[in-house]
Nanobody, 115 residues
């Protein structure tokens, strides 16, 4: 059974930082591209950051220079470090694992950026 379990969300003030973690099980983690997506109220889900199996990364333009994605294949974890957070970063953040036709999602973790 595939599980992606996110943690680390919460309430943070503008300019603050959060570290989101996703623990994976039930997949051959090192072969998967891992990503973080977010969905704000009333908006579509969008890509935030992705890290390929070979370690290559790509980011949404809006988060470049502020967010960093990394992976630990031994621990089967992917981490999103979010710095200089803004109110419009408020959303539910989802972990994603993708390999060819296999596409899995976590349940999401809420991030609220507000003073």
């Amino acid at each position: 059974q595939v599980q992606l379990v996110e943690s680390g969300g919460g309430l943070v003030q503008p300019g603050g930082s959060l570290r989101l973690s996703c623990a994976a099980s039930g997949i051959s983690f090192s072969f998967y591209a891992m990503g973080w997506y977010r969905q704000a109220p009333g908006k579509q889900r969008e890509l935030v950051a992705r890290i390929a199996a070979d370690g290559n990364t790509n980011y949404a333009d809006s988060v470049k220079g502020r967010f960093t994605i990394s992976r630990d294949n031994a621990k089967k974890m992917v981490v999103l470090q979010m710095n200089s957070l803004k109110p419009d970063n408020t959303a539910v953040y989802y972990c994603n694992a993708k390999l060819m036709s296999n596409n899995y999602w976590g349940q999401g973790t809420h991030v609220t950026v507000s003073s």
